[in-house]
């Protein structure tokens, strides 16, 4: 049994305090901003595609996907968030964008393959203890020629300290929760075993919520700008790997 499979219930009791608990503070509020613009820029073709998104969590990125006129397909381990992601897509006027709502896992995915013109997973990886196998198992259901975009929590970072503790325990900072941050040369590994070509990387620095309390904004602000791209983004603390299928 892999050591992720305790997660499902974790975000079951997760599910109605997710967005409160996260992204309502100023510090995470700017983290959402941030994702909010590197999905809009790393998936801005996508227009009108069939895409499928493993971990919506609120829908949070759903939303804007189907704004876009993607045909979104999300699939959940956990069925409080599957409910708490439709719910938030029919308060936001697009759930008609809502192709599916799957409760299951990432890696048995139940579709053929070259099912889906994209697929799309952010602040998934990195709960899961198998994340090449998640991979694989994204690129198997996507065409040949189509990408597919996730995020990572990345060893090698100025959080370093942080991420070596938490994969000493599994666990993230204060919540009992799978966690592990991947050294970047294991993730390249694992998306050219998958069958990918890596096409495009952005990197993010955020303030952790252990820290939100020590006003470190003004300083991550620079760090994030300076590390978004160029020659600082491999320090980035988040990286967004925007993959190809190979034909």
Known sequence: MSKDSTNSPFYDADSTIYDSQRW??????????????????????????????????????????????????ILDISPGMLTVAQDNLKKAGVDENLEAAIEGSVYELPFEDNSFDHAFTFNVLNHLEHAGTAIKELARVTKPGSTLLFNFANLNSYFWAAGNKINKSSRAVGQDVYSIWERPSEVRKMIEEAGLDLIGKRGNVHTPRAMEKCHLGPVVNILDTLSRSGPMRPMAPVQYCLCQKRS
Do not use: H, Y
């Not at 503070?25 to 590197?38: F, H, L, T, Y």
């Open 24 to 73: 309502e503070s100023k510090a995470g509020a700017r983290v959402n901003r941030v994702q909010q613009e590197i999905l809009a820029d790393l998936t801005s073709g996508w227009g009108g595609s069939k895409v499928l998104e493993i971990g919506p969590g609120t829908a949070r990125f759903t939303i804007p996907l189907c704004r876009m006129g993607c045909k979104v397909t």
